[in-house]
């Protein structure tokens, strides 16, 4: 079992920045990957950004390219998302994910952008 605990949501305007920090604990040997889904009301699930634990390799929805940066940290088992720029369509609950395909989710934060 990995379980994941979510940090650094919260409010700001259009423009302005959010970092997300998502710590692992468990069985985290078994991740492949680490990353981060939103879901705004109404809406699906979507994948925003995801990094590989081994290679480094990084994925970003074309939404959030050149305005989020995800980031790794192996020895403490934890991820980041820098969130510059932001959006009021970037408001939803931000949940982390371990694992390709995601196995393990932590509970959400939330961010809310305004306009």
């Known amino acids: 079992q990995v379980q994941l605990v979510e940090s650094g949501g919260g409010s700001v305007q259009a423009g302005g920045s959010l970092r997300l920090s998502c710590a692992a604990s468990?069985?985290?040997?078994?991740?492949?990957?680490m990353g981060w889904f939103r879901q705004a009301p109404g809406k699906g699930r979507e994948a925003v950004a995801r990094?590989?634990?081994?290679?480094?390799?990084?994925f970003y929805t074309d939404s959030v390219k050149g305005r989020f940066t995800i980031s790794r940290d192996n020895a403490r088992n934890r991820i980041d998302l820098q969130m510059n720029s932001l959006k009021p369509e970037d408001s939803a609950m931000y949940y982390c994910?371990?694992?390709?395909?995601?196995?393990?989710w932590g509970q959400g934060t939330q961010v809310t952008v305004s306009s």
């Open positions: 990094i590989y634990t081994s290679s480094g390799y990084t």
């Open positions: 994910a371990a694992g390709y395909p995601p196995t393990y």
């Open positions: 468990g069985y985290t040997s078994s991740i492949n990957a």
